[in-house]
C-alpha cells in the first residue's frame, strides 16, 4: 500500500492549507487514519485522526484550527485554518492497523510521504 500525501506549502501565518491523502488501494476503507507531524529537530507528533467510523481525536494545539475528515474512498483530508509559524513541519498521514486512529506510531501500519507546511510570521 501507497500513500501519497499533498497540499503542503508556504502559506503566511493566519493562512488555510487543506492536506490530502490517498491509498493506492482500498486497504484503508475499513482503518482509522490520520496525520503526524515533525518539526526540524523534533520528534515525530501526532496531530489528527479519524477512525473507520468517523470519530475524530485532536492534539490539543490544533483543536479548533485544524479539521480532519476523510471520503468513502479512503482518502483522508485535512483542513488547516488559523495556521501558525509553530505548526511548520513535515506532515505525514497514516493508516492505523485497527479501525481506530492512533496516537503513537506504534500503531501505524502504512506512512505516506511527508509533505511540506512553512508557515512565515
Known amino acids: 500500500v501507497q500513500l501519497q500525501a499533498c497540499g503542503g506549502g508556504l502559506v503566511q501565518a493566519g493562512g488555510s492549507l487543506r492536506l490530502s491523502c490517498a491509498a493506492s488501494r482500498r486497504t484503508s476503507s475499513n482503518n482509522g487514519m490520520g496525520w503526524f507531524r515533525q518539526g526540524l529537530g523534533k520528534e515525530r507528533e501526532f496531530v489528527a485522526g479519524?477512525?473507520?467510523?468517523?470519530?475524530t481525536d485532536y492534539e490539543d494545539s490544533v483543536k479548533g484550527r485544524f479539521t480532519i475528515s476523510r471520503d468513502a474512498r479512503g482518502t483522508a483530508f485535512l483542513q488547516m485554518n488559523s495556521l501558525k509559524p509553530e505548526d511548520t513541519a513535515l506532515y505525514y498521514c497514516?493508516?492505523?492497523?485497527?479501525?481506530?486512529?492512533?496516537?503513537?506510531?506504534?500503531?501505524?501500519?502504512?506512512w505516506g510521504q511527508g509533505t511540506l507546511v512553512t508557515v512565515s510570521s
Open positions: 497514516a493508516v492505523s492497523r485497527g479501525s481506530r486512529s492512533v496516537r503513537s506510531s506504534a500503531g501505524v501500519a502504512y
Open positions: 479519524i477512525s473507520w467510523g468517523g470519530d
